[in-house]
């Protein structure tokens, strides 16, 4: 059974950073891409950062230069660190799991809250 399990949101004043993780377990971590994605209040769900399976990162434009993704496939876990946190970074932040064979994954979410 696949499960994937963030951690690390919480409450952050503006200008914060935070680091969130992933935990996976049930799948052969080093050969799926691993992403997040976030839930913005009042808005759909979008894609801010992947890392490939051989460790390649991508970020969405409007998050680039303060979100870095990476992956510690020793240990089966992939993290978000943010810096320079803004409110509107408030959201669910959501990680998931994709291969495109064996399909995609999703965690249940962890959130974060930026405000002073």
């Avoid at 680091?19 to 691993?34: E, K, P, Q, Y």
């Avoid at 759909?44 to 992956?71: C, H, P």
Wanted: proline residues 3%.
């Amino acid at each position: 059974q696949v499960q994937l399990v963030e951690s690390g949101g919480g409450l952050v004043q503006p200008g914060g950073s935070l680091r969130l993780s992933c935990a996976t377990s049930g799948i052969v971590f080093n050969i799926w891409d691993m992403g997040w994605w976030r839930q913005r209040p009042g808005k759909q769900r979008e894609w801010v950062a992947g890392i490939t399976s051989l460790g390649v990162a991508n970020y969405d434009d409007s998050v680039k230069g303060r979100f870095t993704i990476t992956r510690d496939n020793a240990r089966k876990l992939v993290y978000l660190e943010i810096n320079n946190l803004k409110p509107e970074d408030t959201a669910a932040y959501l990680c998931t799991a994709y291969h495109a064979r064996l399909g995609n994954a999703w965690g249940q979410g962890t959130q974060v809250t930026v405000s002073s």
